[in-house]
Nanobody, 126 residues
């Protein structure tokens, strides 16, 4: 069991930056946080949820083309945190952003993200 709580959303003009944070808790000694892949997803109104950044349990990061070069995911296993640095934001980045955890390996197409935060709103105005 993993609990995730996001923070850092808000409103920004196009071209601006935001940093999202996610704090993880409630994992066990038998399943430490290092055993989980972590990711950031987003869902815009009327659209399906999509992965925007994944860092697997080994530290490998992957991004879709839509955010590559603008978003950077990072994890700090000692502090039990996950971050998403978003630069050069565009209006199409407007969405609710969620952090999620998957036990073991995961990538952008994985469906084993079983633990989710409550989401944080990001709004980018033109």
């Amino acid at each position: 069991q993993v609990r995730l709580v996001e923070s850092g959303g808000g409103s920004v003009q196009a071209g601006g930056s935001l940093r999202l944070s996610c704090t993880a808790s409630a994992y066990s000694d038998y399943s430490p946080l290092t055993a989980y892949s972590l990711g950031w997803f987003r869902q815009a109104p009327g659209k399906e949820r999509e992965a925007v950044a994944i860092v697997d349990h080994g530290g490998k990061t992957t991004y879709p083309d839509s955010v590559k070069g603008r978003f950077t995911i990072s994890r700090d296993n000692a502090k039990k945190t996950l971050a998403l640095q978003m630069n050069n934001l565009k209006p199409e980045d407007t969405a609710i952003y969620y952090c999620a955890a998957a036990f073991g390996s995961a990538d952008l197409q994985s469906t084993n993200f079983d633990y989710w935060g409550q989401g944080t709103q990001v709004t980018v105005s033109s």
